[in-house]
Nanobody, 118 residues
Framework: QVQLVLSGGGLVQAGGSLRLSCEAS????????VAWYRQAPGQQREAVAM???????HYPDPVKGRFTISRDNAKNTVFLQMNNLKPEDTAVYYC????????????WGQGTQVTVSS
């Protein structure tokens, strides 16, 4: 599988911001849906942002208006801008590219930890 290198996670106070980056070792983002996920302890992994090949973003209600997904296909990189962070955003964050059939093209790896203190 394609390696994904995540960066930008860390510890931030509630109300703060972080920008996550996800760089792929190969060009898997161009022509595919890209998505950010998170997994909190004891919970299932959930999608927090998705961008289709047409560039249309989709967000679940808990992060709508606070998170923004973007992509730079030329640099094989996707980003997640997270503003007004809340303690419930604390989780390990992952990114990936998805085929039309929803198959992940990249290695899930260890993700990047985001911790929001109250």
């Amino acid at each position: 599988q394609v390696q994904l290198v995540l960066s930008g996670g860390g510890l931030v106070q509630a109300g703060g911001s972080l920008r996550l980056s996800c760089e792929a070792s190969e060009n898997i983002f161009s022509g595919n849906t890209v998505a950010w996920y998170r997994q909190a302890p004891g919970q299932q992994r959930e999608a927090v942002a998705m961008m289709t090949t047409s560039g249309t973003p989709h967000y679940p209600d808990p992060v709508k208006g606070r998170f923004t997904i973007s992509r730079d296909n030329a640099k094989n990189t996707v980003f997640l801008q997270m503003n007004n962070l809340k303690p419930e955003d604390t989780a390990v964050y992952y990114c990936n590219a998805l085929t039309y059939y929803g198959v992940a093209l990249g290695s899930w790896g260890q993700g990047t930890q985001v911790t929001v203190s109250s």
